[in-house]
């Protein structure tokens, strides 16, 4: 079992904003010498406003410090937790488009952007089914899958196909209020192994709040859920080499209103969670992105423990 971790370096890596949060982060797959991260963001007034861009940047590891930067943007559309895959050939950004349409009503959508070269980025391009946010994506082989969920309808359902062409309901309703007794299912890190059983991790914000841990065999009809009585917001998951994983969140003391982002090691036999550390953060936080790199993990994640500010920081710790 994974014993600790040790924190390396904390440093902050979003440009001045007034609100700079909901980070994602993956190895750059254009670079052979290994010596890079792609990291994206989104950068507003406020946690909740109407003006939301997508922030990527380029990132080297041995200073942390970015070195190339995009904006993408849509006028009038508030983009929103952009999410990181590659399919083998580019990589690509899905987020979250909610646009106010003229006659004052809501438009709610996927969308995507993607590079082969790592130096420009194509889009916008739209995907996926009204009011169903597909919060990530995975591949497995050359299909990508990814839970999508929908506050009225209190359950999240399983998409596939391809977030440059399109995504369609897989499996519905796999978990939720009605099916499970467990309201209010949302966010979640949903990730496969060589073979192509799925793992996933499932945010809560009802009842009893706590996070589930989901498994299933291929073709994914039949899901086996556990209940991780902890709540985890945002959560980001790795897989380590003995088929366990890192997990990282939000975790909220609830008694005293604390906030702050965690990491915990997750043994896949007894489903249980074990904490590791608390990375340096408070306020409005979490929302992390992982790539672990041999004995060293990456973290990119946002807090506003230091001037009440959002801010993206990225960790390296050792394990």
Known sequence: MLDKLKILEVTQISA?????AFTDLCADPFEHSDSSLFCTYREA????SPNGRIIVVRIDKKTLKPFNSWALEIPG?????????????????????????????LSRHMVSYSSDTGLSWKGPHYFGDDAWWIWSCDWFKTTAYGFAYNRKAQSISLYRGSPLDTMTCYQDNVFGLER????????SA?????????????????????????????????WD????????????????????????????????????TRLWHFDVQSKKLTELITLPSGGDTSYPGLVLD?????VSYYSSHCDEKARVYLAKLSM
Not at 16 to 20: E, Q
Not at 227 to 254: K, S
């Open 45 to 48: 007034d406020t946690h909740v």
């Open 180 to 187: 499970s007794d467990k309201g209010y299912p949302n966010e």
């Open 16 to 20: 001045p904003a007034s609100h700079a």
């Open 294 to 298: 041999n004995d060293i993990l990456y």
């Open 225 to 260: 859920w556990h209940d991780l009585n902890i709540y985890i917001g945002g959560p980001a998951a790795v897989m380590l080499e003995d088929g366990n994983f890192v997990v990282a969140g939000r975790h909220i003391e609830w008694e005293d209103d604390i906030f702050s």
């Open 77 to 105: 559309t508030d983009l929103r937790d952009p999410k990181l895959s590659f399919d083998g050939k580019r990589l690509i950004i899905i987020a979250y488009a909610k646009t106010v349409l003229e006659d004052s009503s």
């Open 190 to 222: 949903l990730l496969f192994d060589e073979l192509g059983n799925a793992s996933v991790f499932l945010r809560r914000d009802a009842d009893t709040y706590s996070a589930q841990f989901g498994y299933a065999n291929p073709p994914y009809s039949n």
